[in-house]
């Protein structure tokens, strides 16, 4: 079996590199039209940061996984192609800010029909709207010459950062196709490749509709709960109550349960806003303003939770942070990834800039060109902003530190020696409460945390 992925970015290459690991007997090749990200698929420092990652792709890079810029050359070989480009949300004309931009889908399913000479089964990857597939469907069977294309959906639940974890031992995977004899043919064959190494009953298969809307409910119910959390965050701090000690105290209820109870500066990441931007577009599509809105409130606190973080820093520090330096560590929308997409670092180092201070900030993954980049665009130099090399390089000088990702290395960093090379009083504001405060009060800090 011959298997083709379009798209080599955060969720097609570890997918890949795990079937091609654990289906020896598959060729699975990722093809990507961004010929620099092949090239680094193939060298030893690959575009992507995943911790486990680079074991995978080593074991099996070369034997029966491959990465190629032969878009079309790949599509004729493949029996089965992924396709697992990017849906950013659409920043023009109808449904902009909102709905899913589904150029790079069209013109992968356009391409498909062009180069295919046999049948093939088209996955989708991408988390896409609903009904998604039929567009994909009703694109490469006008163009088929008599070819049968079956589509189905098959979206991937992985979370960045434990990527290799997550695929090499999913919760689920959840497939959707057509519920005819054609399609639960081509359901068929793709359980089987995952049947290779995830058991059976943790193999759903569904309709394609359940399968697409499925992707999006999932991530609105988690961002839901860290929405949710984050509006508690705020009444703690009113009340003298601390969101840790509440997480865990309802956490423990088994309704409930322990995890996305973490509060924090705001949920980042390139798939919990838009999915839920997108389901509430598809709401009002569907004449559902009230649903609609139920789940638009969930980005609402969400964005309200980031400016919330920038906002205190200004109040603590006298009402002012015209000039002063602050230390911005982590960058990354969580830890482990170079992924900076949504982050809520983004929101953050916009706003200080916004009231005139000099922002410094540190990433132990993520490129100073991406920083700035993502800070203030192509458009023009930001003299407010620069990227150190390391924590005490950024800290050095500056009037307060603000963690923004949770790095494991913040957590083991010498504060004694970094409160030493700051103004005083030197303010610590732990946007994701990963820190001991009473501690670094103890050495003298001014503290705050999230909901504490
Ligand atoms: C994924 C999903 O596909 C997206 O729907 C989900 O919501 C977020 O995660 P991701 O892998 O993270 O996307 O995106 P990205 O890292 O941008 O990778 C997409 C790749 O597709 C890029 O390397 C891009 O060059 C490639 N691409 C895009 C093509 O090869 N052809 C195209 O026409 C468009
Ligand atoms: C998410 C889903 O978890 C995954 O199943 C889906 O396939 C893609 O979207 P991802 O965006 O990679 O994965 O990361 P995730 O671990 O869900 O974190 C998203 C954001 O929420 C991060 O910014 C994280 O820091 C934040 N978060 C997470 C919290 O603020 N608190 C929590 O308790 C958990």
Redesign the pocket.
Known sequence: MNICCIGAGYVGGPTMAMIALKCPDITVTVVDMNAARIAAWNTGNLPIFEPGLDEVVKQARGRNLFFSTDVAGHIKQADIIFVAVNTPTKTYGVGAGRAADLRYIESVARTIAEHAESNKIIVEKSTIPVKTADAIQTIVASNSKGLKFQGLSNP??????TAVKDLSNPDRVLIGGERTPDGDKAVAALAGVYAHWVPRDRIITTNLWSSELSKLV??AF?AQR?SSINSISALCEATGADVDEVANAIGKDSRIGPK???A?V???????QKDILNLTYLCESFGLPEVAAYWNSVVGINDWQKRRFAGRIVKELFNTVADKKIAVLGFA??KDTNDTRES?AIAVCRDLIAEQAQVVVYDPKVPAHEIIHDVVGNAHEEPRLTVATSAYEATKGAHAIAIVT?WDEFKTLDYAKILAGMQQPAFLFDGRNILDLPRLRALGFRTSGIGK
């Open positions: 991937e639940f992985l979370a960045e950062g999932a991530n988690l860290i996305f109870l973490k924090s705001g949920f980042g990441g390139s798939c919990f929308f969580k809520a949770e």
